[in-house]
Protein backbone atom coordinates (compact mmCIF):
# COMPACT_ATOMS: atom_id res chain seq x y z
CA UNK A 1 0.00 0.00 0.00
CA UNK A 2 1.82 3.06 -0.90
CA UNK A 3 1.81 6.02 1.25
CA UNK A 4 0.06 9.32 -0.06
CA UNK A 5 2.67 11.76 -1.59
CA UNK A 6 3.10 15.12 1.13
CA UNK A 7 2.01 18.42 -0.03
CA UNK A 8 4.40 20.68 -1.38
CA UNK A 9 6.18 23.30 1.31
CA UNK A 10 4.81 25.82 -0.53
CA UNK A 11 1.27 24.21 -0.50
CA UNK A 12 1.73 23.85 3.14
CA UNK A 13 3.29 27.70 3.70
CA UNK A 14 0.78 29.30 1.75
CA UNK A 15 -2.57 27.90 3.39
CA UNK A 16 -0.52 28.42 6.70
CA UNK A 17 0.08 31.88 6.04
CA UNK A 18 -3.49 32.46 4.53
CA UNK A 19 -5.24 30.92 8.18
CA UNK A 20 -3.24 33.34 10.10
CA UNK A 21 -4.34 36.67 8.00
CA UNK A 22 -7.38 35.76 8.45
CA UNK A 23 -7.03 35.14 11.76
CA UNK A 24 -5.73 39.36 12.08
CA UNK A 25 -7.76 41.05 9.68
CA UNK A 26 -10.88 39.14 11.27
CA UNK A 27 -10.43 41.49 14.05
CA UNK A 28 -10.92 44.99 13.23
CA UNK A 29 -8.95 46.52 16.07
CA UNK A 30 -6.00 44.63 15.13
CA UNK A 31 -6.12 46.45 11.79
CA UNK A 32 -6.19 49.76 13.62
CA UNK A 33 -3.50 49.32 15.33
CA UNK A 34 -1.39 48.04 12.55
CA UNK A 35 -0.52 44.96 14.12
CA UNK A 36 0.78 42.43 12.34
CA UNK A 37 2.02 38.77 12.54
CA UNK A 38 5.75 37.23 11.65
CA UNK A 39 5.10 33.28 11.54
CA UNK A 40 8.41 31.14 11.59
CA UNK A 41 7.72 27.70 11.58
CA UNK A 42 5.15 27.30 14.80
CA UNK A 43 6.85 30.55 16.44
CA UNK A 44 4.91 33.79 16.16
CA UNK A 45 6.16 37.66 16.70
CA UNK A 46 3.49 40.36 17.31
CA UNK A 47 4.62 43.31 14.99
CA UNK A 48 3.41 46.59 16.44
CA UNK A 49 4.11 48.97 13.41
CA UNK A 50 4.57 52.41 14.55
CA UNK A 51 2.64 55.22 13.69
CA UNK A 52 1.84 58.70 15.58
CA UNK A 53 -1.49 58.16 16.67
CA UNK A 54 0.43 55.39 18.77
CA UNK A 55 1.96 58.28 21.14
CA UNK A 56 0.07 58.60 24.86
CA UNK A 57 2.92 61.38 25.69
CA UNK A 58 4.05 63.29 22.97
CA UNK A 59 6.65 65.34 25.49
CA UNK A 60 8.91 62.12 26.19
CA UNK A 61 7.35 60.83 23.30
CA UNK A 62 6.42 56.93 24.80
CA UNK A 63 3.85 54.96 23.22
CA UNK A 64 0.54 54.83 25.05
CA UNK A 65 -0.08 52.30 28.03
CA UNK A 66 -3.29 51.25 26.81
CA UNK A 67 -1.47 50.71 23.15
CA UNK A 68 1.18 48.50 24.71
CA UNK A 69 -1.32 46.65 26.70
CA UNK A 70 -3.58 45.80 23.68
CA UNK A 71 -0.47 45.21 22.13
CA UNK A 72 0.52 42.10 24.06
CA UNK A 73 -3.11 40.88 24.82
CA UNK A 74 -3.65 40.83 21.04
CA UNK A 75 -0.46 39.02 20.59
CA UNK A 76 -1.40 36.41 23.65
CA UNK A 77 -4.76 35.76 21.99
CA UNK A 78 -3.64 35.06 18.25
CA UNK A 79 -0.81 32.79 19.95
CA UNK A 80 -3.64 30.91 21.98
CA UNK A 81 -5.54 31.28 18.68
CA UNK A 82 -2.72 29.84 16.54
CA UNK A 83 -2.03 27.05 18.88
CA UNK A 84 -5.46 25.43 18.76
CA UNK A 85 -6.37 25.74 15.49
CA UNK A 86 -3.18 24.67 14.01
CA UNK A 87 -3.68 20.85 13.88
CA UNK A 88 -6.82 22.04 12.09
CA UNK A 89 -5.56 24.27 9.37
CA UNK A 90 -2.50 21.81 9.18
CA UNK A 91 -5.09 18.94 8.40
CA UNK A 92 -7.15 21.15 6.00
CA UNK A 93 -10.44 20.81 8.06
CA UNK A 94 -10.23 24.50 8.72
CA UNK A 95 -9.68 26.79 5.67
CA UNK A 96 -8.87 30.65 5.70
CA UNK A 97 -12.17 31.42 4.52
CA UNK A 98 -13.82 29.68 7.31
CA UNK A 99 -12.17 31.76 10.00
CA UNK A 100 -13.69 35.22 8.61
CA UNK A 101 -17.19 32.89 7.95
CA UNK A 102 -17.81 30.62 10.25
CA UNK A 103 -19.47 31.54 13.83
CA UNK A 104 -18.22 28.11 14.74
CA UNK A 105 -14.83 29.57 14.95
CA UNK A 106 -13.83 31.51 18.29
CA UNK A 107 -11.01 33.10 20.03
CA UNK A 108 -10.17 32.30 23.18
CA UNK A 109 -11.45 34.96 25.68
CA UNK A 110 -9.36 37.20 28.60
CA UNK A 111 -10.09 36.25 32.13
CA UNK A 112 -7.35 38.59 33.41
CA UNK A 113 -4.62 40.32 31.49
CA UNK A 114 -1.46 42.02 33.92
CA UNK A 115 0.76 43.99 32.50
CA UNK A 116 4.31 45.46 33.79
CA UNK A 117 5.74 48.47 32.36
CA UNK A 118 9.08 48.37 32.71
CA UNK A 119 10.43 51.44 30.50
CA UNK A 120 9.05 53.63 27.81
CA UNK A 121 7.90 52.30 24.71
CA UNK A 122 10.18 54.33 21.85
CA UNK A 123 8.61 56.01 18.75
CA UNK A 124 9.46 52.96 16.99
CA UNK A 125 8.09 49.65 16.21
CA UNK A 126 8.16 47.28 19.12
CA UNK A 127 7.80 43.13 18.68
CA UNK A 128 6.11 40.72 21.28
CA UNK A 129 6.28 37.09 21.28
CA UNK A 130 3.77 35.06 23.67
CA UNK A 131 4.85 32.12 25.82
CA UNK A 132 2.08 29.41 26.63
CA UNK A 133 2.64 28.21 29.72
CA UNK A 134 -0.80 26.02 30.33
CA UNK A 135 -3.65 25.39 27.78
CA UNK A 136 -5.98 22.92 28.40
CA UNK A 137 -9.59 22.67 27.34
CA UNK A 138 -11.36 25.34 29.09
CA UNK A 139 -8.35 27.46 30.48
CA UNK A 140 -4.63 28.49 29.36
CA UNK A 141 -2.27 30.77 31.10
CA UNK A 142 -0.22 32.73 28.64
CA UNK A 143 3.47 35.04 29.27
CA UNK A 144 4.08 37.74 26.26
CA UNK A 145 7.48 39.96 26.32
CA UNK A 146 7.63 42.87 24.21
CA UNK A 147 10.85 44.78 23.37
CA UNK A 148 11.97 47.04 20.33
CA UNK A 149 15.56 47.54 19.46
CA UNK A 150 17.02 44.44 21.63
CA UNK A 151 15.16 41.36 22.25
CA UNK A 152 16.76 41.07 26.10
CA UNK A 153 15.79 45.09 27.27
CA UNK A 154 12.23 44.42 27.33
CA UNK A 155 9.93 47.71 27.47
CA UNK A 156 6.52 45.57 28.84
CA UNK A 157 5.62 42.17 29.72
CA UNK A 158 1.80 40.52 30.50
CA UNK A 159 0.41 37.47 32.29
CA UNK A 160 -3.24 36.62 31.01
CA UNK A 161 -5.50 34.03 31.53
CA UNK A 162 -8.04 32.96 28.71
CA UNK A 163 -11.40 31.00 28.68
CA UNK A 164 -10.75 28.60 25.62
CA UNK A 165 -13.32 28.52 22.95
CA UNK A 166 -15.71 25.02 24.03
CA UNK A 167 -17.39 23.18 20.90
CA UNK A 168 -20.90 24.36 19.60
CA UNK A 169 -22.37 22.10 16.78
CA UNK A 170 -18.47 21.37 15.60
CA UNK A 171 -15.48 20.44 17.25
CA UNK A 172 -13.34 23.90 17.70
Known amino acids: MARARPEPMQVVKQRRDAALRALVEGVP ?3 FLNISFDRRGDELTGVLNFDEKLIGNPLLPALHGGVTAAFLEVTAVITLSWEHMFPRIE ?3 IEAEDIL ?3 NIRFPKTIDFTVDYLRSGLPRDAYARAFVNRSGRRYASVRVEAWQDNHAKLFAQGTGHFLMPQASGRST
Do not use: A
Open 101 to 103: RDE
Open 29 to 31: YIR
Open 91 to 93: SGE
